[in-house]
């Protein structure tokens, strides 16, 4: 059985006012013929399809239309899209019936009262449990292990079984995500493997956006990553994995195809940080034909020069490549004040702890009562954001 494991398309991403169906679309179009060369049984895209829950309709015309090619390419393959954090899970199931047609299967939400919908056998092939993003706190007790408990049941025929989720797992490489630690990472808790339970040949995860093996050494937990990346700390090969797996009970063996990219994002310095003369000179010299998106980072003494956006897009003109944003990092960190944090040291800082600063700095108390409302009403508003 080959599987092709995908997540976080992010359709949809708009960086820094830049949209980014063009180097989207060549993306897609990778994924095509990768479907045509390697032929797999089964096409998995783990959640985060769009950027946002209201993706625009030429975007949502992009997505289906490559459904389509992908599906063409290989007519037999059986397509399991679920729906991560980034997606409306109501709107990822409305097209359900139909995509049937086409041997698409589309998971919007976790199905409490008929648990087994999540089970998608494919004949002579694999079990697939498909599992939506949810949060902690809503996922039914025990839901992924009774699941595999349920396969391990109807699976006489020792098929290879693959568990898929969009959720955070404690040990991952996070790089790339703001706001993030071992316990959170992009507005979702961590879970341990030991709560999964087993009887998976091949656990496929999205959300993470660094490709990864988070069961080291025994190989069959995985993050595919991001095919493109959505942020300038994404500093890695963007790519896509095949999964071959022979039976029930046989180790996955993975090939990671990489994804090119015709308009990537690029940091200037590369690594770490450089005075703003530096990385204008770095700037000056980028090549005049080159498609990219540009962050620079500089490390300053205490501010920006106010001129340096001008001065910087003076040094853009005639250039193919886009100025996104200019990071800043002060040489000596005093990330206590919030009157003197830059916007990417106020940026890295997570809700609460600006909170906290700012009732220091107000003399308001910030005790424990007052840090259980704030983490209520910011629940609420996230929860809201996700159901627009
Ligand atoms: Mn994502």
């Known amino acids: 059985m080959r599987l092709l494991h995908t997540s976080d398309w992010h359709l949809g991403h708009i960086l820094y006012g830049f949209e980014r169906m063009q180097e989207q679309k060549f993306m897609l179009e990778q994924m095509v013929s990768i479907v045509k060369e390697k ?11 769009y950027h946002t829950s209201q993706p625009s309709s030429a975007v949502q015309t992009m997505f289906t239309e490559a459904v389509l090619q992908i599906h063409n390419a290989n007519p037999n393959m059986q397509i399991i899209i679920t729906a991560g954090n980034h997606d409306s899970a109501v709107k990822h199931e409305i097209f359900r019936e139909p995509w049937k047609f086409l041997n698409v299967h589309t998971i919007g939400s976790v199905d409490r009262e008929y648990p087994e919908n999540h089970i998608i056998e494919i004949e002579n092939k694999a079990f697939v449990i498909a599992v ?29 079984v693959v568990l898929s989720a969009h959720t955070t797992v404690f040990g991952c490489d996070f790089l790339g995500h703001d706001n993030a630690n071992e316990g959170i990472v992009g507005g ?20 993470i956006h660094k490709s ?3 069961d080291r050494p025994n190989n069959k937990v995985r993050y595919c990553g991001t095919p493109l990346a959505v942020n300038f700390d994404e500093r890695f090969s963007h790519t896509v994995s095949i999964v071959d797996i022979a039976s029930h009970n046989s180790t996955p063996v993975v090939e990671k195809i990489e994804i090119k990219d015709n308009c990537p994002l690029v940091n200037l310095p590369s690594e770490d940080f450089s005075s703003w003369e530096d ?8 090549p005049d034909d080159k498609s990219a998106y540009i962050r620079l980072n500089v490390e300053i003494e205490n501010m920006l020069p106010s001129e340096a956006y001008e001065q910087a897009n003076v040094l853009m003109q005639g250039k193919k490549a886009r100025l996104c944003f200019i990071n800043t990092r002060r040489k000596e960190q005093t990330t206590e004040n919030l009157q003197t944090m830059s916007l990417s040291e106020f940026s890295a800082e997570s809700p609460i702890d600006i909170a906290r600063k700012y009732a220091e700095h107000k003399e308001i108390v910030f005790d424990e009562q007052m840090q259980e409302i704030f983490n209520d009403v910011l629940d609420e508003i996230e929860r809201e954001a996700r159901e627009e």
């Open 39 to 49: 032929k797999p049984d089964i096409f998995l895209l783990c959640g985060d399809v």
């Open 132 to 160: 939506p993003y949810c949060s902690n706190r809503n996922m039914p007790e025990d839901f992924y292990s009774s699941l595999l408990d349920k396969v391990e049941e109807l699976n006489k025929n020792n098929l290879p």
């Open 188 to 207: 979702i808790e961590s879970v341990g493997l030991e709560n999964i339970g087993e009887g998976y040949d091949y656990f496929a995860l999205g959300h």
């Open 212 to 214: 990864q093996f988070v």
């Open 279 to 286: 990385v204008k000179e770095l700037l000056e010299n980028f």
